[in-house]
């Protein structure tokens, strides 16, 4: 059966990684990358994590609460944004991806600034006090329109609001990607809908100004405005 194309063609996904490699470059974050080849695990890539620590140290972010961690590929690049002196919490209801974030992170140098809750991620955003620089989304999809509900408040004026996955290999717009499983596609379609909710909640709250970066899956930048 014929697929759709990416959305966003993979020899430009190809480029935008070859010039985050080009940057940077480090042996356990390689590592991490392999790990999630072998395992099929959903990191965000190279592209999407310069992205995410780009935004971060854009608004001078120190505190970060992540939901949805995985085994800290993400965090690595909040970490590196914050410093030791930051804070990144990590939420993932797999104990053993908080085991490995802490030893892939720990050898990178960067797991100083990062605490792990192990447990639902809404549970831990509550757990953090104050106000937040950034709360980065990358839960189970059905989870974002609560995800959002939870955060918008919780961010300071200047804070940032940062969802992946919000382009959905194109669903979001009617695309429908041919080839899948059946059960995968409809483990996808079904959650869909989740996404489109999220993002016009955002896109009508005043006190946000918003955007999608078309990079890999899509980004969902928020800045609070007031
Ligand atoms: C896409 S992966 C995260 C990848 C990570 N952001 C990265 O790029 O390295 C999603 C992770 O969220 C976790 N997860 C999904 N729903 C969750 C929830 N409601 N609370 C806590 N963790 C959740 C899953 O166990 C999984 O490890």
Not at 1 to 27: N, T
Not at 98 to 120: N, Q
Not at 172 to 191: D, I, K, Q, T
Not at 202 to 219: F, K, M, Q, T
């Amino acid at each position: 059966m014929p697929s759709l194309p990416p959305l966003l063609p993979r020899e430009v996904d190809g480029y935008l990684v070859e010039l985050v490699k080009a940057q940077f470059a480090d042996q356990v974050l390689t590592e991490m990358e392999i790990r999630a080849d072998q395992y099929g695990f959903p990191i965000v890539g190279r592209a999407v994590g310069r992205f995410l620590e780009l935004q971060a140290r854009a608004i001078g972010a120190k505190r970060v609460v992540e939901l949805g961690s995985g085994f800290g590929y993400s965090a690595y690049f909040f970490a590196g944004a914050v410093g030791d002196d930051g804070e990144v919490v990590c939420t993932d209801t797999d104990p053993d991806n908080a085991r490995l974030a802490e030893a892939y992170l720990r050898r990178a140098g960067r797991w100083a600034p990062v605490r792990y809750h192990v447990g639902d991620a809404l549970e831990g955003l509550a757990d953090v006090g104050g106000e937040l620089d950034v709360v980065y989304c990358d839960i189970d999809k059905d989870g974002y329109p609560d995800a959002w509900a939870a955060a918008a408040d919780r961010l300071r004026v200047g804070g940032l609001f940062l969802c992946d996955n919000v382009l959905w290999d194109g669903r979001v717009a009617g695309l429908v990607p041919e080839g899948e499983p059946p059960e995968r596609a409809a483990a996808r379609a079904a959650v869909t809908d989740d996404i489109v909710a999220m993002s016009r909640e955002i896109a009508s709250d005043p006190r946000y100004i918003s955007s999608v970066a078309p990079i890999r899956d899509g980004v969902l930048v928020a800045l609070r405005v007031a």
